[in-house]
């Protein structure tokens, strides 16, 4: 510490005592939840002065030669292999030799490095492999997830020690062992940290020998690929009565492997999580005896579980559901496209009723916009970046976003999609809905808790230097710290609130903005709101500090402010980096309109709730004096982002790059089959009812059409009906008492229908 500093010693010291009691006073398991990973764009966004050209200038995310052929050759191989129905209602799992498959191409090893004997893929390779599978399975999609996410491998490569990692990894690698992650039990969901599973450290018997470990005591349920694990990832709390680990009774959350064939573990028994099939259950384990060198990174490691989960998820949560969520979009924005085209309501495809287009185009767009966001978060990832406050929000937002689409695409497609049976496509996609939403942190939690509520602390400029200031144990060193950075806060707070008002006031006009064509109107209102809540959110943190936490109506909005303005300038990459394709215009100009009114919605929402009155009428008057004034995306850009999905383009083929599309008499294929006749037949049909006509062998006979064309249309009316169908069963079918349900229902799967 320096000698003397009359700011540091008159003003700052007052400040410094007061604020110890203001600002958000952390628990350990969130200061450990806040450090865990980094700051990528989230931390621009925080300054409230965005440089959109570092944003543009950030690489893409694109696959070597060797993932590229991982993708068009195992992959859909697999995909050509999986049949969702026969997997969730005959077999109630994945059949054998889609085990094998999996295994032996290494589908669990894609984050294993090669000299472990793994695939090493980059986490956008990781992310496509998922996109593609989710597009035919999300069975298999989840099984392929769960042992490249949080669970035994990442914690391994992360913690492991040397021992550990050469043992496990090609174990995992050749899925000698088959991986599960334990950390929710009954008593802990959302707040796993509370968790009672238990671990005392005692000696006890291993392999003949007598040597130091930790008796297991636990309860855990919802495990995915628990019931068929060799190796638990557990989660628990470490207690050591005897002190032979050190002085400590209670050590803490410890994770640790356990082999699930040792004595006093019962596991095998499944959920049915909203009836899909994949690997799901709960286990226990009763005085299981694990030597110490179980616990990931070995003695050292104890006690630090719970900072290891929340690094490891630091940069996993923004791989795995996002991709899955991102390829349910372009498959339901690509299916209702198609379907909303061939199917015919009152004399008209269905596609042509605005009511239609106006679910129609929020699908088109929101496909572009998440893969969008996939796409940026999967490039910094593979960057070295693991930024926390990012990947929740692409956790939380594309889940959401999802279920949103999907309602969409069920209500386009109305009974075709409520029948169940094999011919339904979207049945697992509406079911997985909330799985999504309800794993790797429930969105509720998410959305009102952890994206502003910990990003603010996370990606804030000076925050968490100010709060890791107000705890240090040497006070003068701690003032010191503090004096920087709260001096550094404020000139960043005038200048911030100066920013703001003055590109509210003149609406983004002078906001800065790269050239970027069509584009370039956009960056200005994205700066005037990303310096408004930049403003907004310091306000708040200091007039509420640690009630924030408690106010999480108002936290939410701020995380959806936040969330909208990274999706966005992800959106503004993705126009750039793809060369500013002209035709995907109205995608871009949709997700634009729709994400800044609901930032302006939201801030008006902040400022009619905000419980101090006085700031709430300051950073109005400031930042949104006129209230909101945007209306969202019109009408007519609604119905061009529709369009995109009805007519084959190029367009359309950017927002369903590799979903698998399926072959033969499938559902997608049977569907685009359709599609495609329909297109073709167009001009004969607009020729019949010109003649007034629908009745194509009147018309052939009539001369309006001669045999080729009747036969075309023909073959479209077939293909549609073959769309249209739904399946049915007889009632002992569906009897709860039938002996064999797969023998049933394959009966049923292979009894022609109405339309064949
Ligand atoms: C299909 C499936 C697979 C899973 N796989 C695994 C796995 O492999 N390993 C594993 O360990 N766990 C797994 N889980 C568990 C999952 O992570 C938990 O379900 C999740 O953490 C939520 O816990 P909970 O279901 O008990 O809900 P609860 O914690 O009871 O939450 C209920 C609701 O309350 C909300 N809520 C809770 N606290 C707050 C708060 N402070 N503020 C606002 N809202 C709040 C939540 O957002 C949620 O909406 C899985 C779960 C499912 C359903």
């Not at 570092?54 to 049949?83: I, W």
């Not at 969520?325 to 269905?350: C, D, K, L």
């Not at 709730?609 to 709430?616: L, S």
């Not at 369009?643 to 008499?665: K, M, Q």
Request: proline share 6%.
């Amino acid at each position: 510490m320096s000698d003397f500093s009359f700011r540091r010693d008159w003003i700052t010291k007052p400040i410094f005592r007061w604020a110890q009691h203001v600002l958000p006073s952390l628990s350990d398991t969130e200061r450990e939840a806040i450090e865990a990973g980094d700051i990528w764009w989230d931390a621009d966004l925080f300054t409230g002065n965005p440089d959109w050209a570092k944003l543009l200038a950030f690489p893409t995310a694109t696959l070597s030669a060797e993932e590229q052929a991982f993708l068009d050759g195992p992959v859909d191989e697999l995909c050509r292999m999986l049949d969702d129905w026969r997997i969730n209602w005959e077999l109630g799992d994945l059949p054998p030799e889609v085990w094998d498959f999996l295994k032996a191409h290494k589908f669990f090893a894609m984050i294993i490095p090669k000299k472990y004997g793994g695939l090493e893929f980059s986490a956008y390779a990781h992310s496509e492999v998922i996109r593609k599978l989710s597009t035919r399975s999300v069975c298999a999609a989840v099984t392929a997830m769960v042992p490249n996410s949080l669970g035994p491998g990442e914690l391994l490569l992360q913690f492991g020690t040397k021992a550990q990692q050469d043992y496990w990894l090609p174990r995992l690698a050749e899925a000698k062992e088959i991986p599960c992650f334990g950390l929710t039990s009954p008593e802990a969901g959302s707040d796993a940290a509370s968790m009672v599973d238990s671990g005392v450290v005692c000696r006890g018997t291993w392999q003949g020998r007598e040597v130091l470990g930790i008796k297991l005591n636990w309860h855990k349920r919802y495990i995915t690929l628990g019931p068929i694990a060799t190796v638990l990832g557990l989660a628990f709390k470490l207690y050591d009565p005897d002190h032979l680990l050190g002085a400590d009774d209670e050590i803490g959350i410890t994770v640790a492997l356990v082999p699930t064939h040792l004595p006093g573990i019962e596991i095998g028994r499944r959920h049915l999580p909203a009836l899909l099939a994949f690997q799901n259950g709960p286990n226990w384990g009763r005085d299981v005896f694990i030597p110490m060198d179980h616990v990931i990174g070995g003695v050292e490691q104890v006690g630090k579980g719970w900072k290891m989960l929340m690094s490891a998820l630091a940069a996993g949560r923004g791989i795995s559901l996002p991709s899955l969520s991102a390829a349910g979009v372009a498959f339901t924005a690509h299916a209702s496209g198609a379907y909303a085209r061939v199917r015919e309501q009152f004399h008209v495809p269905i596609g042509r009723f605005e009511a239609i287009q106006e679910r129609l185009g929020r699908l088109a767009a929101t496909a572009y916009l998440l893969d969008a966001a996939r796409r940026h978060t999967c490039a910094g990832i593979d960057h070295g970046h693991k930024p926390a406050v990012v990947t929740a929000i692409m956790k939380a937002q594309a889940t959401e976003r999802l279920r949103v689409c999907v309602n969409d695409a069920m209500d386009i497609h109305g009974g075709k999609a409520v029948q169940e049976g094999p011919r339904n496509y979207m049945g697992s996609l509406y079911r997985a809905v909330p799985v999504g939403i309800t794993v790797e942190g429930a969105n509720i939690v998410t959305r009102s808790l952890i994206q502003f509520g910990q990003g603010a602390i996370r990606s804030h400029p000076y925050l968490l230097k100010e709060m890791q200031a107000l705890e240090e144990p040497d006070r003068a060193r701690g003032l010191d710290e503090f004096d920087k950075a709260f001096w550094g806060h404020v000139g960043h707070s005038i200048a911030n609130a100066m920013r703001a008002w003055g590109r509210a006031w003149t609406g983004g006009l002078f906001a800065p903005a790269p050239d970027a064509g069509d584009a370039t109107r956009f960056y200005k209102p994205l700066g005037r709101y990303a310096a408004a809540f930049a403003l907004a959110a310091d306000l708040a943190l200091l007039t509420l500090g640690g009630a924030l936490k408690r106010q999480e109506m108002v936290s939410a909005r701020f995380g959806d402010i936040l969330s909208e303005l990274y999706l966005l300038s992800a959106v503004l990459k993705r126009w750039q980096d793809e060369g500013r394709q002209q035709a995907d215009l109205p995608l871009l100009e949709w997700c634009m309109e729709d994400g800044l009114a609901t930032i302006e919605r939201r801030l008006d929402e902040i400022f009619a709730n905000f419980p101090n009155r006085p700031t709430a009428w300051l950073l109005r008057f400031l930042l949104l004096p006129l209230g909101p004034r945007r209306r969202g995306p019109p009408d007519r850009l609604t119905q061009a982002c529709a369009a995109i999905l009805l007519e084959p383009s190029a367009t359309r083929d950017r927002l369903t790059v590799d979903i698998f599309h399926g072959s033969g008499d499938e559902d997608l294929a049977r569907l685009e089959r359709a599609f495609d006749l329909v297109i073709k037949t167009e001009p004969l049909r607009h020729r019949l009812h010109q003649a007034q006509t629908r009745d194509v062998a009147k018309a052939r006979q009539q001369g309006i059409i001669n045999d080729a064309e009747a036969a075309a249309l023909e073959a479209a009316a077939q293909a549609v009906a073959a769309v249209v169908a739904v399946d049915d069963f007889a009632p002992e079918e569906l009897s709860p008492r039938r002996a064999s349900q797969g023998e049933v229902l394959s009966k049923a799967m292979s009894r022609p229908t109405a339309a064949e």
